[in-house]
Each structure stands twice: as structure tokens, then as C-alpha cells.
């Protein structure tokens, strides 16, 4: 299995980016896909993840600003970001659990203010 994602990029503060992430070598849906992000010296956290049946989940810091959403038929999940924000700028993990946690390799976000 592998995670492909896109949509990184450079953008002003209060701009807008859409990431999406499709998973390859596999037919069957996960469980949850979601997103996490990695600041420069700061661990891992998550952003937002949403359970197959349509259940979400979101960092109280993008509550507000990010939607997520998935096509299960295609077995890829998008993140929405509006309103960004300079402390959004991290590079953005695609993730995906059912047994087994599958990485994507990341895609850079950065927010100039």
C-alpha cells in the first residue's frame, strides 16, 4: 500500500489549500484516513481524520478553518485549509488505519504572514 498526496505549497496567510492523498496497492477501504502535520522541532499532531462512515475528527486548531472528506470508492481523503495561518506551516502526513497504520512520505505547507 501506498499513500500518494498532493497539494502542498507556498500561500499567503488567510489564503486557501487543498491537499488530497489517494491510496495505491489495494481495493479495500481503511477503517480511517486522515491528516497529521510535523512543525519544525515540534512532534507530530493531528489535524483531522474521518472513519468510514463518515464520523470526523479535528485539532480545537483547525476546528473552524479545515474540512475533511473522503471518497471511499476512490480510496482518497482531502483536506480543505481556508484561513490559513503562518503557524499551520508544516509539512502535512497523509494517513490511513485499518489493522495497520500506511504513511504517505508528507507534503510541505507553508503560510508566509
Known amino acids: 500500500v501506498q499513500l500518494q498526496a498532493s497539494g502542498g505549497g507556498l500561500v499567503q496567510a488567510g489564503g486557501s489549500l487543498r491537499l488530497s492523498c489517494t491510496a495505491s496497492?489495494?481495493?479495500?477501504?481503511?477503517?480511517?484516513m486522515g491528516w497529521y502535520r510535523q512543525a519544525p522541532g515540534k512532534q507530530r499532531e493531528l489535524v483531522a481524520t474521518?472513519?468510514?462512515?463518515?464520523?470526523?475528527n479535528y485539532a480545537d486548531s483547525v476546528r473552524a478553518r479545515f474540512t475533511i472528506s473522503r471518497d471511499v470508492a476512490k480510496n482518497t481523503v482531502y483536506l480543505q485549509m481556508n484561513t490559513l495561518k503562518p503557524e499551520d506551516t508544516a509539512v502535512y502526513y497523509c494517513?490511513?488505519?485499518?489493522?495497520?497504520?500506511?504513511w504517505g512520505k508528507g507534503t510541505q505547507v507553508t503560510v508566509s504572514s
Open positions: 474521518m472513519y468510514i462512515g463518515g464520523t470526523t
Open positions: 494517513n490511513a488505519f485499518s489493522y495497520i497504520d500506511y
Open positions: 496497492g489495494t481495493t479495500r477501504s481503511f477503517n480511517v
